[in-house]
C-alpha cells in the first residue's frame, strides 16, 4: 500500500501528476479541489509531497493500480467518506470533487441537492443519497480556508483537544478556536465525540 508520495514533479497534466522518486516515476491523480490548492511551487516542477490514496482499478481484461493524490490527511479523510456512499467510488469521487471541500461539507450539511447535482458525474438522485448518508456528518470538512492545510499530529483522547488541533489544521487562530469550542460546549454540554464538537462549531459559525 502507498501511503504517501514525495519527490520531484516531472510532468503536469490537467488532472494529474508525475512524481520521479529515487528513479521511479509514480502517476497520481489529483481532484480539481486539490489542483486548485497546489502550492505555487507545484505548479512548475518542483517537490512535492502528497498523502495518497492507493486502490485497485478492476477492469474486465486487466487490473489497474491508481494512485489519488491529497495535500493533507483531512482531503483523503473526506474523499474517504464521500465514496461511502452508494454508487461513487473513487474514480467517480475523483471527477465529482471539482469544487472546494469546503463548499461541498457544507452543501452536504445544508441539504442542498442543486449545488451537489451540479458536480460532474452527479445528478439528482444521486445528489439526495449524498445527503442522505453524509448529512451532519461533515462539519469539520466546511470548516476548511483556503490556504494549505497542515497534516493531523497524535490523535488525541480528550475531544476538546482533538477538536483544538483540528481547527488549528484548518488555520483558525488558537484563540478563535478556543472561543468557537468553549460556546459549543456551553450550548450542547452533553456532546460526546469530536465529529459533534466540530459539527456544532460548524452550526454556530454558520449562524452568525
Known amino acids: 500500500m502507498i501511503s504517501r508520495v514525495s519527490g520531484k514533479i516531472i510532468e503536469r497534466g490537467q488532472n494529474y501528476l508525475i ?12 481532484p480539481s479541489a486539490v489542483i486548485e490548492r497546489l502550492p505555487d511551487e507545484a505548479r ?49 469521487a475523483l471527477r465529482a470533487l471539482s469544487q472546494p471541500i469546503s463548499s461541498i461539507a457544507r452543501a ?7 449545488f451537489l447535482k451540479s458536480l460532474p458525474g452527479i445528478g439528482q438522485q444521486r445528489a439526495k443519497e449524498i445527503v442522505a ?5 461533515v462539519g469539520k470538512f466546511a470548516l476548511i480556508q483556503d490556504g494549505t492545510v497542515k497534516e493531523r499530529g497524535a490523535e488525541s483522547v480528550d475531544i476538546q483537544e482533538e477538536a483544538l488541533d483540528i481547527l488549528i489544521q484548518l488555520q483558525y487562530k488558537k484563540p478563535e478556536a478556543l472561543l468557537m469550542i468553549k460556546k459549543a460546549r456551553e450550548r450542547h454540554p452533553d456532546i460526546e465525540t469530536t465529529q459533534e464538537l466540530l459539527n456544532e462549531v460548524y452550526k454556530q ?4
Open 133 to 137: 448518508k453524509l448529512q451532519n456528518k
Open 44 to 92: 512548475t516542477q518542483g517537490d512535492i509531497s502528497l498523502i495518497t490514496y492507493h486502490y485497485l482499478q478492476v477492469e474486465p481484461s486487466r487490473s489497474t493500480p491508481v494512485l489519488i493524490g491529497f495535500l493533507n490527511e483531512i482531503e483523503k479523510e473526506f474523499f474517504e467518506i464521500f465514496i461511502t456512499v452508494s454508487g461513487i467510488g473513487p474514480k467517480a
Open 205 to 208: 459559525k454558520k449562524a452568525r
Open 108 to 114: 452536504i450539511d445544508e441539504g442542498d441537492v442543486v
Open 19 to 30: 512524481i520521479e522518486v529515487s528513479g521511479i516515476s509514480y502517476e497520481v491523480l489529483l
